[in-house]
């Protein structure tokens, strides 16, 4: 049995081979896989720390770093550093991409992700089982809480709608969102799998 996840094809990125950068010769990498066919997807709906931007400048101006247009591209390496640049004609640096929760996340959203929040919305309204870990939805991400009201609302199969998280906060959350009668709280992990 192979990997279950494809790397760099997990993430739904469009034409993710292309957007793969070199690693340096000493560094731990990811390897290249064939195609997400059939394997585990990756939504990252809020960026990751190996998608990056690069710029001419480690001072990058506030317009470049909420421009939509910016190219987003994959480093291999398993972990990342705050140092991490790009050698081509000259050396240029790296940006992480990561959206925060705001308000208009539409607003500075890079347009190459948002197939990855259309995959996502897709795959909620015909999960069987949501299962949320780690997540809050803060009120200021309306752009999330949205996608996770529209999904709930529009699905037909769901199950369950699991919650796990130490917060009791968060479950209500998730309750004033979709409705309390289709949650399900646990207050760990060990909870959850028990």
Not at 39 to 52: A, D, M, P, T
Not at 64 to 73: G, K, P, Y
Not at 93 to 105: L, N, R
Request: proline share 6%.
């Amino acid at each position: 049995m192979g990997t279950i996840f494809d790397f760099p094809y997990c993430y739904v990125m469009e034409d993710a081979r292309n957007k793969l950068s070199k690693a340096p010769d000493h560094s731990s990498t990811f390897n290249i896989g064939q195609d997400a066919q059939d394997k585990i997807r990756v939504l990252k709906l809020h960026g990751s720390l190996n998608w990056y931007s690069k710029h001419n400048s480690r001072e990058i101006a506030k317009n470049v770093i909420l421009d939509t247009n910016r190219t987003l591209r994959i480093t291999r390496r398993t972990l990342i550093t705050t140092d991490m640049t790009f050698r081509a004609k000259r050396k240029q640096y790296t940006f992480p991409v990561i959206i925060p929760p705001v308000a208009h996340k539409a607003g500075i959203m890079p347009r190459s992700i948002l197939p990855i929040w259309e995959a996502a919305e897709i795959a909620m309204q015909n999960a069987q089982n949501i299962i949320v870990f780690g997540y809050s939805c803060p009120s200021a991400d309306s752009e999330s809480a949205n996608l996770i009201m529209r999904s709930v609302k529009a699905n037909r199969k769901l199950r369950s709608f699991s919650v796990v998280d130490p917060s009791p906060t968060v479950v209500q959350r998730y309750a004033e969102l979709i409705g309390p009668g289709k949650i399900t709280y646990c207050s760990s992990m060990d909870s959850y799998l028990g």
